[in-house]
């Protein structure tokens, strides 16, 4: 039974229990504002979430109580989300969640989801990506303005190989730098390009960057993360709320616009994020309608190994 001012709140069509539960506390953020929140960015979310296999953050007790990682269906969950069967590389066949409307997302928050990540393949061509991440992760002494860098660096050699980019502030430390792609490779294709540019970057400039996921060599240095572009991995869904503190939200941006901020949590749930409403100030103008594969000479410019 719910406390007294604390009844159920119907959100989207969704009925969100206990919706004054604090799940931010520090921040006077709760479980309605982060319905609400949703409800406004759905139209914004959407065309990076729908048909893409989907893995969640949750938060049921909120930030104050254990957070997890779920990629499977879940007790109790209800018939607002999709699943869709997936063939893992142990051979065996996962549930895995799709969200193919607002409905779904915000049955998602009711059962405790803060935050959303992608595959990078849709539902319909499991087997061929398109979409390519690098997160630029800093260590322990490097500051905003080293990662930024680190981003348009990433950039500049991605539009040596003939690849447009796009930049998404994480929400949290980082960068990523986004790479639509039409649906031409497969994942190892996708793998090699990521790790060979992350290799060139860390072989030219071994101060500043590292290609290895080992915590303890990247103190003072960038981690190129290439490990988002294999099957089954994940990155963060633009508009994403995070479970940090604050609530900040991972926002895309343009390479103009990442100059003019301070932090990767630089935008948060109550200074919503949002394109304007001209389409010539969208910061990711063009990035539907760009066309480019990870063709040969990608490949070769980028230093894929093998």
Known sequence: MDEPGNSPEIIGGIEITHPARPVFPGAGVTKADIARYY??????????????????????????????????????????????????????????????????????????????????????????????????????????????????????????????????????KGIHVVVPLERRQGWEAMSAAAHGLALQMAGDAPARYVSSAAKAERTGRIFVDWLRNSRGATAICPFSLRARPGAPVATPVSWQGLGQVNGAAAFGIHARPGFPASPKSDPWEGYDRVRQSISKRVLRTLGAPG
Do not use: N
């Open 39 to 172: 409800q406004r960015t759905w139209p914004l979310m959407s065309g990076h979430l729908k048909d893409r296999p989907v893995s969640l953050v949750r938060c049921p007790g909120g930030m104050a109580d254990d957070c997890f990682f779920q990629k499977h269906p879940f007790q109790g969950m209800a018939g607002e989300i999709a699943t869709l069967p997936v063939k893992e590389t142990s051979g065996e066949t996962g549930d895995y969640l799709l969200f193919p409307s607002l409905r779904s997302l915000l049955t998602a928050v009711q059962f405790g989801t803060i935050e959303f990540h992608l595959w990078g393949a849709r539902k319909d061509r499991l087997e061929r990506p398109d979409r390519l991440v690098f997160d630029l992760d800093p260590g322990d002494g490097v500051t905003f303005g080293q990662v930024r860098a680190g981003a348009h660096e990433v950039a500049e050699r991605l539009e040596v190989a003939g690849l447009r980019s796009w930049p998404l502030l994480t929400g949290g």
